[in-house]
């Protein structure tokens, strides 16, 4: 029987050596092998600088930039196709397992530091850059999209252009909730929470609850008057 000193010692040494090169991806594989699955291997991203990436990730992307102790589970795929911009994972950013990020188009992915992804989530940066702020929680299931398609009569659907209102920020502390979507020209304010299921179609102050679809304002964390309610509430973004 293997203690747990033991095995906290070979990983630690085995991540030493980790990274995206392909020596460094099988000395990933080692240092988990005595590791469960899933969260267990967080704490694998701060044995080394170069932090943790699942070994049946997929890494297709020629401007990934990594911060230090970087997180990226299993199943993880991170993407470039044609003229993508490049993805910026800050430090100790976490990326749950089967989450996509992927970029095209000029448009880029940056996540700031200590934010978490968890699984099944969707970031497509196409034509204009998303952004995620500092300790952001992100839980399952959501979907960022920084672009739409044309929707004129003369072409099919499938050859309609991409085009874009603009970006999407995420600024810092904003808490998202399962399965909630974020559309192109969308800001969410500092410390913002998004509940569950709501599709983001417009700007989200700071502070603000959103709930519902399209997402509108029902309430602030920090105690807001009731004359900025009565503004939120005539601008129709609070229901």
Same mark, same amino acid.
């Given at each position: 029987?293997?203690?747990?000193?033991?095995?906290?010692?070979?990983?630690?040494?085995?991540?030493? %050596?980790?990274?995206?090169?392909? %020596?460094?991806?099988?000395?990933?594989?080692?240092?988990?092998?005595?590791?469960?699955?899933?969260?267990?291997?967080?704490?694998?991203?701060?044995?080394?600088?170069?932090?943790?990436?699942?070994?049946?990730?997929?890494?297709?992307?020629?401007?990934?930039?990594? *911060? /230090?102790?970087? %997180?990226?589970?299993?199943?993880?795929?991170?993407?470039?196709? #044609?003229?993508?911009?490049?993805?910026?994972?800050? #430090?100790? @950013?976490?990326? =749950?397992?089967?989450?996509?990020? /992927?970029? $095209? /188009?000029?448009?880029?992915?940056?996540?700031?530091?200590?934010?978490?992804?968890?699984?099944?989530?969707?970031?497509?940066?196409?034509?204009?850059?998303?952004?995620? $702020?500092?300790?952001?929680?992100?839980?399952?299931?959501?979907?960022?999209?920084?672009?739409?398609?044309?929707?004129?009569?003369?072409?099919?659907?499938?050859?309609?252009?991409?085009?874009?209102?603009?970006?999407?920020?995420?600024?810092?502390? @904003?808490?998202?909730?399962?399965?909630?979507? @974020?559309?192109?020209?969308? &800001?969410?304010?500092?410390?913002?929470?998004? !509940?569950?299921?709501?599709?983001?179609?417009?700007?989200?102050?700071? !502070?603000?609850?959103?709930?519902?679809?399209?997402?509108?304002? @029902? &309430? %602030? #964390?920090?105690?807001? *008057?009731?004359?900025?309610?009565?503004?939120?509430? =005539?601008? !129709?973004?609070?229901?």
């Amino acid at each position: 029987m293997i203690s747990g000193k033991i095995k906290k010692l070979w990983a630690r040494v085995w991540m030493h %050596f980790s990274g995206l090169s392909n %020596f460094g991806r099988i000395a990933t594989r080692m240092a988990a092998l005595f590791t469960p699955p899933y969260k267990s291997r967080c704490y694998l991203a701060a044995c080394s600088p170069k932090g943790y990436i699942a070994p049946n990730a997929t890494i297709h992307h020629g401007g990934l930039h990594l *911060g /230090e102790s970087v %997180f990226i589970g299993d199943r993880v795929v991170i993407y470039r196709a #044609r003229d993508g911009g490049p993805v910026e994972l800050a #430090r100790g @950013v976490h990326i =749950h397992n089967d989450t996509i990020i /992927e970029t $095209g /188009e000029s448009g880029s992915v940056e996540i700031g530091a200590h934010s978490s992804i968890q699984p099944r989530c969707q970031f497509s940066g196409y034509k204009a850059p998303i952004r995620i $702020g500092c300790n952001v929680q992100i839980a399952p299931n959501c979907a960022f999209y920084s672009y739409n398609h044309g929707f004129r009569s003369d072409k099919s659907v499938q050859k309609q252009p991409l085009q874009t209102k603009g970006g999407i920020v995420i600024d810092d502390d @904003v808490w998202i909730g399962v399965g909630v979507i @974020v559309l192109d020209g969308v &800001k969410i304010g500092k410390g913002a929470i998004i !509940g569950a299921g709501a599709v983001v179609t417009h700007n989200i102050p700071d !502070g603000a609850m959103a709930v519902g679809i399209p997402a509108r304002v @029902v &309430k %602030f #964390r920090g105690g807001t *008057g009731n004359d900025e309610l009565m503004e939120y509430r =005539h601008r !129709g973004m609070i229901s």
